[in-house]
C-alpha cells in the first residue's frame, strides 16, 4: 500500500469517524501489533466457524480477548494464581490463554472445538512459551460439551463463546465436577454489550453474581462464584 493510498484511507476515517476516534483507533490497532510482535504471536483475527466447517448457530465466532483484560480480571479478582487453575472455554487461537499464562497459575487449560484453531494455538505457545510465568499450557480438541473438567480447575473464563443447549451441557458438566470434587470456584464472564449468553447464564439458580464492571476495552466483565446452599 503506498503513502497516497495510506493518506486517502486515512481522511475517509476521519470523516466518518471523527479525528479524535480516529487516532484512538489507530492507537488500539497499533498496541496489538506491539503485542503481537512482543510475544511473537498471532492471535489478531475474526473468524467465522463456518470458514472452518462448522456448523451451529449457537457457536459464535472467534474474536480474541483484549490484550489488558485477563490482567485486569486477575487484579479484580485478588486472587495468588499459584493457587489456582486457569481454564478457557473456546480458546481459539490461545490469546487469553497466553495472557492468563503470564500470571503464575499452576496451570492454564483450554478446550477449542477447531483443530485448526487448536493447531494454531499450540504454535503460538511454542514462540512466546519463554515468556510465560506459567509453563503448563494444555489445550483440548473437543466439543466442549464432552470436555471432562478437571477437579482442580477453580477459574473457568467465557469469551462469549456458545449459548443454548451448549451452556446448558457445559455448566452441567461443571456442577458435576464440583459434586465430585467441591471446592470454590470462579466463572468469569467477558461479554459484548448484549449476550444470549449473559441472559442464559443470570438465570441458573446455584450461581451467585459477585460483581459486573466495564474492562477497558468497554466489554463488561460478570464474575460469578457458586451459590451457598
Known sequence: MNIATVLQNFSIQIRSQG??????????????????????????????LGELGIHNDECKYYSATGYTSIHEIVRVLGINP??????????????????????????????EISRELSERA??????????????????????????????????????????????????????????????ELQIVCNLPERSAFESQIAGYDWLHLQRHFTLSDNRRCFIYSVAKQ
Open 19 to 48: 479525528l479524535l476516534n480516529t487516532i484512538r483507533s489507530l492507537s488500539h490497532r497499533a498496541g496489538i501489533r506491539f503485542h503481537e510482535w512482543r510475544l511473537g504471536i498471532y492471535t489478531e483475527t475474526v473468524i467465522e
Open 82 to 111: 499459584r493457587n489456582h487453575v486457569f481454564l478457557d472455554f473456546g480458546a481459539g487461537l490461545g490469546r487469553a490463554m497466553i495472557l492468563a499464562a503470564m500470571h503464575p497459575f499452576r496451570r492454564v487449560l483450554g478446550v
Open 122 to 183: 499450540e504454535k503460538n505457545f511454542a514462540r512466546c512459551k519463554r515468556k510465560l510465568r506459567c509453563q503448563q499450557l494444555e489445550i483440548a480438541t473437543c466439543d466442549a460439551t464432552i470436555y471432562q473438567i478437571p477437579s482442580d480447575v477453580t477459574i473457568v473464563y467465557f469469551n462469549n463463546p456458545f449459548f443454548g443447549q451448549i451452556l446448558d451441557a457445559v455448566m452441567a458438566n461443571l456442577r458435576g465436577s464440583l459434586e465430585v470434587a467441591p471446592r
